[in-house]
């Protein structure tokens, strides 16, 4: 009787259990065997299905590249194809751009250089490389050279405050008020424009020491991305660069949502990995920013925080409390 019952269940719960380990080993197996050149492809044109971030014909055009190019393995294994994704990719650069759309640019350029090559693999693993240590040192030099108001905090104090993608980080880690981060954004405009005298901005003590944590970490962990993806192979330390990335990445973009970015890295990270181990993270990475990107939850959740205010002069009445002011407003 027991024995039939151990058989039942095992037939009910445990080999299909089974079944699905050996699915995932057997996904795992192809993805660490999969050619760079293919993943490179591969995970280039997933960012343009569902990244695309243009505008009109532009977005379209990007959606379409990167649909067709998913589906017919022969075009992105042409040269042409991939000047054509670089063309649309490059006419969305001004000079309001976001940053990683340059880098993107740069990458699609990578690729379309490499199609034909005799080592197509090594040269996007060398260019995936070089292309992260350029962009990570020079973000480094950036922020902690030639940028007076970002060592001191100022530059996350103002973003934290002003910019939407964050508001989620400071109601809930920085513990402002939303009627606090109303206030700021109708104090800031309003000294912007100068349309009256400037008010005194809602900052408190946890807020400038949330500042001053993401600034000097951003900092540390930037700059030593870079210096490791500069290391020669030769040296030991050069090992960890993917792990180094791979950190700046998940602490990064739990906090920050620019998705598109971490796209990005993840793509060229992905593109050069050495080891299972690393290639595996990636994959997990790049799968989790999948998923966000469709999810979208720290964004939704900021963006939906204030919605029971009517106007920012409410939020001006309301705002009483000095203890959030360096003065009383």
């Given at each position: 009787?027991?024995?039939l019952?151990?058989q039942?269940?095992?037939?009910?719960?445990?080999q299909?259990?089974?079944s699905a380990?050996g699915?995932?080993?057997?996904?795992?197996r192809?993805?660490?065997?999969?050619?760079?050149?293919?993943i490179?492809?591969k995970?280039?044109?997933?960012?343009?299905?569902?990244?695309?971030?243009?505008?009109?014909?532009?977005?379209?055009?990007?959606?379409?590249?990167?649909?067709?190019?998913?589906?017919?393995?022969?075009?992105?294994?042409?040269?042409?194809?991939?000047l054509?994704?670089?063309a649309?990719?490059?006419?969305?650069?001004?000079w309001?751009?976001?940053?990683h759309?340059?880098?993107?640019?740069?990458?699609c350029?990578?690729?379309?250089l490499?199609v034909g090559?005799?080592?197509?693999?090594?040269a996007?693993t060398?260019s995936?490389?070089?292309?992260?240590?350029?962009?990570?040192v020079?973000?480094?030099?950036w922020?902690?050279?030639?940028?007076?108001?970002?060592l001191?905090?100022?530059?996350?104090?103002?973003t934290l405050?002003l910019?939407?993608r964050?508001?989620?980080?400071?109601?809930?880690?920085?513990?402002?008020p939303?009627?606090?981060?109303?206030?700021?954004?109708y104090?800031?405009?309003r000294?912007?424009?100068?349309?009256?005298s400037?008010?005194p901005l809602?900052?408190?003590a946890?807020?400038?020491?949330v500042?001053?944590?993401?600034t000097?970490?951003?900092?540390i962990?930037?700059?030593?991305?870079?210096?490791m993806?500069?290391?020669p192979?030769?040296?030991?330390?050069?090992?960890?660069?993917?792990w180094c990335l791979?950190?700046?990445?998940?602490?990064?973009y739990?906090?920050?949502?620019?998705?598109?970015?971490?796209?990005v890295?993840?793509?060229?990270?992905?593109?050069?990995?050495?080891?299972?181990a690393?290639?595996?993270?990636?994959f997990?990475?790049?799968?989790i920013?999948?998923a966000y990107?469709?999810?979208r939850?720290l964004?939704?959740?900021?963006?939906?925080l204030a919605?029971?205010?009517?106007?920012?002069?409410?939020?001006?009445?309301?705002f009483?409390d000095?203890?959030?002011?360096?003065?009383s407003?």
């Amino acid at each position: 009787m027991n024995f039939l019952l151990v058989q039942r269940v095992w037939l009910r719960i445990a080999q299909p259990l089974a079944s699905a380990v050996g699915d995932v080993r057997g996904l795992v197996r192809h993805l660490l065997s999969e050619p760079v050149q293919r993943i490179a492809a591969k995970t280039t044109l997933l960012y343009l299905l569902f990244y695309p971030r243009s505008s009109d014909w532009l977005r379209y055009s990007l959606l379409v590249l990167g649909g067709v190019g998913l589906l017919n393995e022969q075009l992105w294994q042409r040269r042409w194809f991939w000047l054509a994704v670089c063309a649309c990719s490059a006419a969305r650069l001004d000079w309001s751009a976001d940053n990683h759309l340059y880098l993107f640019t740069y990458w699609c350029l990578a690729i379309a250089l490499a199609v034909g090559a005799s080592e197509q693999g090594a040269a996007l693993t060398s260019s995936s490389r070089l292309l992260l240590a350029g962009a990570f040192v020079l973000a480094g030099v950036w922020k902690g050279v030639l940028s007076s108001d970002y060592l001191d905090g100022r530059f996350f104090t103002l973003t934290l405050l002003l910019d939407p993608r964050f508001e989620a980080v400071t109601v809930f880690i920085a513990n402002v008020p939303p009627s606090a981060i109303e206030f700021a954004r109708y104090a800031f405009g309003r000294a912007q424009f100068g349309l009256e005298s400037p008010l005194p901005l809602p900052i408190s003590a946890r807020l400038e020491w949330v500042s001053l944590l993401m600034t000097w970490w951003t900092v540390i962990i930037e700059c030593l991305v870079g210096v490791m993806y500069l290391l020669p192979q030769r040296f030991q330390v050069s090992k960890l660069r993917d792990w180094c990335l791979l950190a700046f990445i998940w602490t990064t973009y739990s906090v920050a949502p620019v998705i598109g970015f971490g796209w990005v890295l993840t793509i060229l990270g992905l593109t050069q990995a050495r080891t299972a181990a690393t290639r595996l993270a990636f994959f997990a990475t790049f799968a989790i920013l999948l998923a966000y990107t469709v999810a979208r939850p720290l964004e939704v959740l900021g963006g939906n925080l204030a919605q029971d205010y009517n106007s920012a002069e409410v939020f001006r009445d309301q705002f009483v409390d000095p203890s959030l002011s360096g003065a009383s407003p």
